[in-house]
């Protein structure tokens, strides 16, 4: 016995449906080697990768059509890494990251569900080097600006693992640390443009909430 209880989903995403294996609920806890403590994981966040959240279902649906073409791209703070799995199955070369000692078990475990082959993880914690990670052209991420020190600890990990020219690309249910995180990305070089993401999720559930986008761009100056 694993110590939480799981329960099988389906989301649609652009019409195709995902098997997704996810926690019972946001009541789930079980560290019994103490690896998500050691990780700095509080026993109340300890269940929040396991769950889709609406963020998450706007972010994949976004992947859906985007043009992935030639670029190396990181999900940061994946969770279920629905995002992922959309473009791993459109053959994009993705990379998932997360700090949660589960959410690696889990991926597998939804790649099988969804009959797709092997696609590459890495740990990513925010709060410190992840020196194997590397550099990506496209970050996205969903809902990750939850909690207080994360817009500065969150801009820095990105900033540490963008290439020269790069896009950011996140969603937020219009949390507080929006405009933190805005401004902590500025102050690294990074442009940026909000939009509104659509009112309603594919299933029919209202969302409240933004697309945050950023980007920088290398200009080569020849003298
Ligand atoms: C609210 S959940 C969102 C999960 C997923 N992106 C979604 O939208 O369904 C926040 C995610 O950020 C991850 N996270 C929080 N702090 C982190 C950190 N310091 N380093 C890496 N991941 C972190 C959590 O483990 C969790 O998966």
């Given at each position: 016995m694993?110590?939480y209880?799981v329960?099988y989903?389906?989301a649609?995403?652009?019409?195709?449906?995902?098997?997704?294996?996810s926690?019972l609920?946001?009541?789930?806890?079980?560290?019994?080697?103490?690896e998500?403590?050691?990780?700095g994981?509080?026993?109340a966040?300890?269940?929040?990768?396991?769950?889709?959240?609406?963020s998450?279902r706007i972010l994949?649906?976004?992947?859906h059509?985007?043009d992935?073409?030639?670029?190396?791209?990181l999900?940061?703070?994946?969770?279920?890494?629905?995002a992922?799995?959309?473009?791993?199955?459109?053959?994009?070369?993705?990379t998932?990251?997360?700090w949660?000692?589960?959410?690696?078990?889990?991926?597998?475990?939804?790649?099988?569900?969804?009959k797709?082959g092997?696609?590459?993880?890495?740990?990513?914690?925010?709060?410190?080097?992840?020196?194997?990670?590397?550099?990506?052209?496209?970050?996205?991420?969903?809902?990750?600006l939850?909690?207080?020190?994360q817009?500065?600890?969150?801009?820095?990990?990105?900033?540490?693992?963008a290439?020269?020219s790069a896009q950011v690309i996140?969603?937020?249910?219009?949390?507080?640390?929006?405009?933190?995180f805005?401004?902590?990305?500025?102050?690294?070089?990074y442009?940026?443009?909000?939009?509104?993401?659509n009112?309603?999720?594919e299933?029919?559930?209202p969302?409240?909430?933004?697309?945050?986008t950023?980007?920088r761009?290398?200009e080569?100056e020849?003298s």
């Open positions: 694993p110590g209880h329960k989903q389906t649609t995403v652009g019409g195709t449906d995902y098997l997704i294996r926690l609920n946001l009541q789930q806890y079980s560290d019994p080697q103490g998500a403590e050691l990780a994981i509080s026993s966040s300890w269940s929040l990768f396991g769950h889709i959240w609406p998450a994949a649906e976004a992947m059509t985007f992935l073409t030639g670029k190396r791209i999900e940061i703070g994946a969770g279920l890494a629905l992922s799995l959309v473009i791993h199955r459109r053959a994009g070369d993705m998932v990251s997360d949660h000692p589960l959410s690696q078990a889990f991926l597998k475990e939804n790649l099988l569900l969804n797709l092997p696609l590459k993880y890495q740990t990513g914690n925010w709060e410190s080097a992840n020196p194997e990670l590397g550099q990506f052209d496209l970050i996205i991420g969903s809902d990750v939850y909690e207080r020190q817009p500065g600890q969150l801009a820095a990990f990105i900033d540490r693992h290439a020269p996140i969603v937020d249910p219009d949390r507080g640390n929006r405009v933190g805005c401004r902590e990305m500025t102050g690294l070089g442009d940026y443009t909000t939009r509104r993401a009112s309603f999720i299933n029919g559930e969302f409240k909430g933004r697309f945050l950023f980007t761009s290398l080569l020849f």
